[in-house]
């Protein structure tokens, strides 16, 4: 069994190699409509992306940055849609004579700083973005090589009521061993953010889940097994991992609609294929009389492991691969049988 899986996965991991990754760290902030409660984006020269939602024109949302000189300030606003309110970002740099004539009133400038108003214009395409699988409108953007090192802010203004606004920060890609594993949750934020229903994003999931427990369970009575724990932990793990798969392809699909075919949609297989051909081999790991094997153990923590790192199972998946390859088997004790 594990020769016939070991060469497509081999094949799925030497090709992500190839693939360059360009996904954003999710963060969130409240109560930041003014400089002096503007939220900190640390590392601002890390890529990062800030979900937000003005509810009244008007509204403000503040960010503040520590730049070095010889750093990039780079700043992309997108919008949900293509006919939805278009924010606009006032960029306000240290050390420059400001001219605020025309800065709206609701927006303080601190004392010694320039302003820049950067307006939102309709997008008239929008781009394909491959690991959170979405269509990314993005309405104004701003890059200044800073000179001036000092503490830089960001104010997203409503141009009217419930303006949803995403702020795209820095460009060089990282991630913590942390936020990595969170980038499949994340992306179910970015897709409430567009204005998806919470069921709308999970029912490819909870549809996988139920209609494999259903088909599971009737074939283990139909053969009059009674399966133990690690069989359903294992077999709920490989379901997990063909849920977050179908999430996954669903939104993918949904985003093409709105970008059209884009060279990207091949990285968006890739972390779809990967936890299809994961939660397979744990199905099929799951029916084996050695599954409490030592072997087949190990294959858990390694299928758990792998699953963390492509984004299988909603970080969930893999945690129950991990207590299934952990749990001790449950046997009838001898009394009983003597009963």
């Known amino acids: 069994?594990?020769?016939?899986?070991?060469?497509?996965?081999?094949?799925?991991?030497?090709?992500?190699?190839?693939?360059?990754?360009?996904?954003?760290?999710?963060i969130s902030a409240d109560n930041n409509d003014n400089v002096?409660?503007?939220?900190?984006?640390?590392?601002p020269v890390k890529s990062y992306v800030i979900y937000g939602d003005l509810h009244r024109a008007g509204d403000v949302a503040c960010y503040r940055f520590s730049m070095k000189a010889g750093d990039r300030l780079s700043l992309s606003l997108?919008?949900?849609?293509?006919?939805?309110?278009?924010?606009?970002?006032?960029?306000?740099?240290p050390a420059k004579v400001a001219d605020l004539a025309s800065i709206p009133a609701q927006v303080t400038i601190p004392a010694g700083y320039a302003a820049v108003i950067v307006s939102g214009q309709k997008p008239s395409h929008a781009d394909y973005e491959p690991f959170s699988p979405?269509?990314?409108?993005?309405?104004?953007?701003y890059s200044q090589q800073i000179v001036a090192p000092g503490t830089y802010y960001v104010a997203v203004i409503s141009p009217a009521d419930e303006t949803r606004y995403g702020l795209a920060v820095g460009h060089p890609e990282e991630f913590t061993p942390a936020e990595w594993v969170l980038v499949p949750v994340n992306g179910i934020s970015t897709h409430l953010w567009e204005g998806q229903s919470d069921i709308a994003v999970v029912a490819p999931f909870l549809a996988v889940i139920v209609f494999g427990l259903v088909l599971i369970g009737r074939r283990e009575h139909r053969r009059g097994?009674?399966?133990?724990?690690?069989?359903?932990?294992?077999?709920?793990?490989?379901?997990?991992?063909?849920?977050?798969?179908?999430i996954t392809l669903v939104q993918m699909g949904r985003a093409l609609r709105m970008t059209g075919p884009s060279p990207a949609v091949a990285v968006t297989l890739v972390f779809a294929?990967?936890?299809?051909?994961?939660?397979?081999?744990?199905?099929?790991?799951?029916?084996?009389?050695?599954?409490?094997?030592?072997?087949?153990?190990?294959?858990?923590?390694?299928?758990?492991?792998?699953?963390?790192?492509?984004?299988?199972?909603?970080?969930?998946?893999?945690?129950?691969?991990?207590?299934?390859?952990?749990?001790?088997?449950?046997?009838v004790p001898p009394a009983a049988h003597q009963k």
């Not at 020769?3 to 693939?19: C, H």
């Not at 002096?36 to 590392?43: G, M, W």
């Not at 979405?134 to 953007?141: I, L, P």
């Open 1 to 26: 069994m594990i020769r016939g899986w070991s060469l497509p996965l081999l094949f799925l991991l030497i090709l992500l190699l190839f693939l360059p990754v360009q996904a954003h760290v999710t």
């Open 36 to 43: 002096n409660a503007a939220f900190s984006v640390e590392k």
């Open 78 to 93: 997108m919008a949900p849609g293509y006919d939805t309110p278009l924010p606009e970002m006032i960029i306000m740099s």
């Open 134 to 141: 979405s269509a990314v409108f993005e309405v104004a953007n």
């Open 225 to 246: 097994n009674k399966p133990s724990l690690p069989f359903w932990l294992a077999s709920c793990a490989g379901l997990f991992y063909l849920g977050g798969a179908a």
């Open 273 to 331: 294929l990967i936890p299809i051909v994961l939660g397979l081999w744990m199905l099929r790991m799951a029916r084996s009389p050695a599954l409490r094997s030592l072997r087949n153990r190990v294959f858990l923590v390694l299928i758990g492991a792998l699953g963390l790192v492509f984004w299988a199972g909603l970080v969930i998946g893999p945690l129950i691969a991990f207590v299934a390859a952990a749990v001790p088997e449950w046997q």
